[in-house]
């Protein structure tokens, strides 16, 4: 018995002596709560800039000759009779979005622009008409949906041994709220972003936020078994709960911070030297690394302490 009490007593001594992000939780959840609430206010604000994948259109990827700028190029096309967006990749190509086009107005597009521009090469065409753009977006948001309704149900299965002091279920429907924590985030900065900068949301958006739910819910799961683990092992003493969840974020903690570092710097990588083509997917992905880093330490765990602290309540 021996062995066994001093491991209890190093347990509580750990409680004690490590920082109190429990005990703090209020003003936590207070930062994230005004950070969604933002976020939710730019997205109901400035909505989402929709690419051509969505809203369906027509997508010429043309390099033209030097000097030649976006606002000729948006006159030359707009005076077609096509009013479009004009963006300048990193290789120095000319993005032009436009409605959908059929093969002649494609070409009398090409025709005027090597009319005024001369040697103008076109790199790539890609047309998608809004049928399928609106078949794209209901795919994306039952893929979303789908993903964090499993992923829901089997935390809470894996979780069925640890039903005390909070129900299995809860830890489930926590990882949840944290993932939906991660995914706001982004599309407020995305919001804006698309606002005033032109970023558009298209099907590399989506598969980010997808990414974004994986490593947020791997994240969270990291500290809530380690929860488990504790709570299992500790089951006779008399430590508390918030002390066993306290203890087991710092177990987790420099692991945590850890795996964020070593995959935020690559995808800040992308950011600054990656092309246009990746911009929205790695932006998206920095941020949503960003916001699960914090949400797994300071807003899921938290949370699942005063689910118990509501629970006693009752």
Known sequence: HAPRNSVRVGFTSACNMQLNIIGHSKLW??????????????????????????????????????????????????????????????????????????????????????????????????????????????QAIIAIGLVLLLIAAYIAWAFRRVAEPVASWKYGLITLIAAAHDVVIPLGVFAVLGKFFGFEADTAFVAALLTILGYSINDTIVVFDRTRENLYRHRHDDTTFAATVNASIMETLARSLNTTLCVLLPVLAIVIFGGESTRSFSVTLLVGILAGAYSSIFVASPLLVMSEFWGKKK
């Open 29 to 138: 959840l207070a930062i994230s709560g005004t950070i969604l609430a933002t976020s939710m206010i730019c997205v109901a604000v400035f909505g989402l800039n929709e690419g051509i994948d969505f809203t369906g259109g027509s997508l010429l990827s043309i390099h033209a000759p030097e000097g030649v700028t976006q606002e000729q190029v948006r006159a030359t096309v707009e005076h077609a009779g096509f009013p479009p967006t004009v963006q300048t990749a990193s290789d120095g190509s000319m993005l032009v979005r436009v409605s959908p086009l059929t093969e002649a107005e494609h070409q009398s597009i090409l025709t005027a622009l090597r009319t005024d521009f001369g040697d103008v090469t076109e790199q790539e065409f890609n047309s998608v008409g809004p049928t399928i753009g609106n078949e794209l977006r209901k």
